[in-house]
């Protein structure tokens, strides 16, 4: 049982440069979603998924699109890399009933020159 | 939308002190309250959590207390060690699956 596995662990991009980040889970979580993390604020969540071809909006969606065609599976696509967008970014899943603690990655270490 | 303040941004106390941190939140809606520790360079790990039905969740030196009231919670480390110190989190499910995190808070315990 891997839980929630994140690759790569490091990517270094150009601006405008597209990528897709991985993420996959087997714990059968029926919730997923993406964060990032920036020094002093936290995480940001910028798209979840509520289930297999079921996908939402978080707080910081622009210039990132997501999909759900599996219910393991959740890449996240960087559309065409920008310097704002270096972070660290944080995939993590959970049941489904909103109640639940979510699982997180390790992340990725995003760096867009 | 939901909009989650956590104080203090740093925490520095002694070795064997109590650590409080508090956060508040906007949405009445919001029912289910975990907080997070993240150590340098890791991952954010679940350590305690409460639900809208319970005021106060103990396990072991750490407990949360919830006062839907006034909408804000607080996480209350005991008998602090060193490796407490990390970065403490502290989120808000608003019921449609959107967890919305705190800023953090950065806690060094000094040996």
């Known amino acids: 049982n891997a839980g929630v596995t994140q690759t790569p662990k490091f990517q270094v991009l150009k601006t405008g440069q597209s990528m897709t980040l991985q993420c996959a889970q087997d714990?059968?979580?029926?919730?997923m979603s993406w964060y990032r993390q920036d020094p002093g604020m936290g995480l940001r969540l910028i798209h979840y998924?509520?289930?297999?071809?079921?996908?939402d909006q978080g707080e910081v969606p622009n210039g990132y699109n997501v999909s759900r065609s599996t219910t393991e599976d959740f890449p996240l696509r960087l559309l065409s890399a920008a310097p704002s967008q270096t972070s660290v970014y944080f995939c993590?899943?959970?049941?489904?009933?909103?109640?639940?603690?979510?699982?997180f990655g390790d992340g990725t270490r995003l760096s867009i020159l | 939308g939901e909009n989650v303040e956590q104080h203090p941004s740093t925490l520095s106390v002694q070795e064997g002190d109590s650590a409080v941190i508090k956060c508040t939140y906007s949405?009445?809606?919001?029912?289910?309250f975990p907080w997070y520790k993240q150590e340098l360079g890791k991952r954010p790990q679940l350590i305690i959590d409460?639900?809208?039905?319970?005021g106060e969740k103990k396990d072991q030196r750490i407990a949360v207390t919830l006062n839907k009231t006034a909408k804000h919670f607080s996480l209350h480390i005991t008998e602090t060690q060193p490796e407490d110190s990390a970065v403490y989190f502290c989120?808000?499910?608003?019921?449609?699956?959107?967890?919305?995190f705190g800023a953090g808070t950065r806690l060094f315990v000094k040996a």
């Open positions: 949405d009445s809606a919001s029912n289910y």
């Open positions: 409460i639900r809208s039905n319970v």
């Open positions: 989120a808000v499910n608003t019921g449609g699956f959107k967890t919305i």
């Open positions: 998924s509520v289930g297999a071809g079921i996908t």
């Open positions: 993590a899943s959970s049941y489904s009933d909103g109640n639940q603690p979510q699982h």
């Open positions: 714990m059968n979580h029926e919730y």
